[in-house]
């Protein structure tokens, strides 16, 4: 791709922070407060979930620098280990990590665009936000580069708005926030707060979006590690400031279970007609997540095209998939119209092989460091090894945890995803 084509910083750290930021914050505070019972005991368990991510963006960009192609974990495992854990990884990444968060970004976004309107049904907006973000990413990398930056920059405006609106009225919060060190610290070794850390790294999920379409970055090595690293860190600030923002707003009973806490929230703080025009605000915000995925998505099959014949068509001539942004669209909008109350049972029993793939870049950056030491490091972890192992140990708890929890759909997961790696052994005969 010619170099005046490509994007740069501002692009990629547009595209990781709009990965992150999509439903999970908007939905996981109601939940983590059956159990959390203070306002610092919740902000610890995001600012936790931040550092497990950073620390999976040091290794990411280490690994990044050293394989500097687009693919993200299909290229990296192909790369490390073997083409069928990679072809594994590719899979999991075109259903499970983009066409079904795809599908269910779009579909929050037609719940908050219903509780501000209700003259559009919820899966006729999904739709709308899939083909206008799919529209707005068939073009060029730079009008792709600029949607996103411009869609993420206006969501960012918006949390940042609501942050300071949230601070400057008295609000109705009544969580407790003086810290008591004998409850605090007590719940922290609780598997309650073990359950809501679980949740909260979903949450974070997206860390890794820049290394899909490495190969379109101006100056990849330095601007995939800059995006990784400065957009974990301003999500991280915005998780803890957007849900310190609701305790603040609206009373823990209010909140305690439910989903739309941004919508009680506002309605707590503004009134409810307020807070209509607030949900039709915070459903423009999640346009920015579904093009995050729009755009990213579509450069795995892409990489898996180049070595494998029987997906060569979706390797574009130019420099946009456009067939596997076409797919993806096709995925996407069968989840949102078919098997919409399916997708979080889709979700749980995918996560696993998603978590497993990305475990093993993790690794892959330890098996690199160990096979070629001579090898020069433009971007280094730093304090290894601590970042890789305390990422490894929270992807050990979440696997162990969904084990114990749902042993057949962890069961159902581990079998798809090792279904996915030899499926690689045929395709590669009928290759020959």
């Known amino acids: ?31 983590q407060l059956a159990d959390l019972t203070s306002g610092p005991q919740i902000l610890l368990l995001w600012l936790l979930g931040g550092l497990i991510a950073l620390c999976g963006a040091f290794c990411y960009a280490e690994v990044a620098a050293l394989l500097p192609k687009s693919g993200g974990e299909y290229h990296f495992l192909r790369s490390i280990y073997h083409p069928s854990l990679g072809f594994m990884a590719g899979m999991l990444s075109a259903f499970a990590g983009f066409a079904a968060p795809t599908a269910i970004t779009a579909l929050a976004f037609g719940e908050y665009l219903h509780k501000a309107w209700g003259g559009m049904e919820v899966h006729h907006a999904a739709a709308i936000v899939i083909l206008a973000g799919a529209a707005a990413h068939s073009v060029s990398t730079r009008t792709s580069a600029r949607v996103q930056v411009i869609a993420t920059a206006l969501k960012l405006l918006l949390i940042l708005t609501f942050i300071i609106a949230a601070w400057m009225l008295p609000g109705e919060g009544d969580i407790r926030w003086t810290v008591e060190p004998g409850k605090d610290f007590a719940t922290l070794i609780t598997p309650a707060f073990a359950i809501s850390l679980l949740y909260v790294t979903y949450s974070y999920t997206g860390w890794n979006a820049a290394v899909y379409g490495l190969e379109e970055w101006h100056n990849p090595q330095q601007t995939v590690k800059r995006a990784l690293l400065w957009g ?50 915070f459903a423009m915000g999640l346009f920015a997540s579904a093009s995050a995925l729009l755009w990213a998505g579509p450069r795995v099959l892409a990489a898996m095209g180049r070595h494998m014949q029987s997906l060569s068509f979706f390797t574009p001539k130019g420099e946009v998939p456009r067939l596997a942004l076409g797919f993806q669209i096709v995925v996407a909008l069968v989840l949102v119209y078919l098997f919409s109350g399916k997708l979080r049972h889709l979700m749980d029993i995918t996560q696993v092989g998603l978590t497993v793939s990305t475990s093993l870049v993790v690794v892959g950056c330890m098996v690199l460091r160990w096979r070629h030491p001579e090898l020069p490091r433009p971007v280094k972890v730093p304090l290894y090894p601590l970042p890789p192992l305390v990422f490894l140990a929270m992807s050990v708890f979440i696997v162990v945890f969904s084990a114990v929890k749902e042993p057949l759909l962890t069961l159902a997961g581990v079998g798809l995803a090792v279904s996915f790696a030899l499926v690689w052994f045929p395709l590669k005969m009928l290759r020959r």
Do not use: C, D, W
């Open 232 to 281: 974990t860190v301003l999500v991280t600030v915005l998780y803890v400031g957007l849900n310190a923002s609701f305790l603040h707003a609206a009373p823990v009973e209010e909140m305690k279970g439910q989903e739309a806490v941004g919508h009680i929230a506002s309605t707590s703080l503004f009134g409810p007609q307020a807070a209509r025009i607030i949900s039709a605000l």
């Open 1 to 31: 791709m010619p170099s005046e084509n490509r994007a740069g910083t501002p692009a990629a750290t547009a595209l990781v922070v709009a990965s992150m930021v999509g439903t999970g914050v908007f939905t996981s505070l109601g939940f």
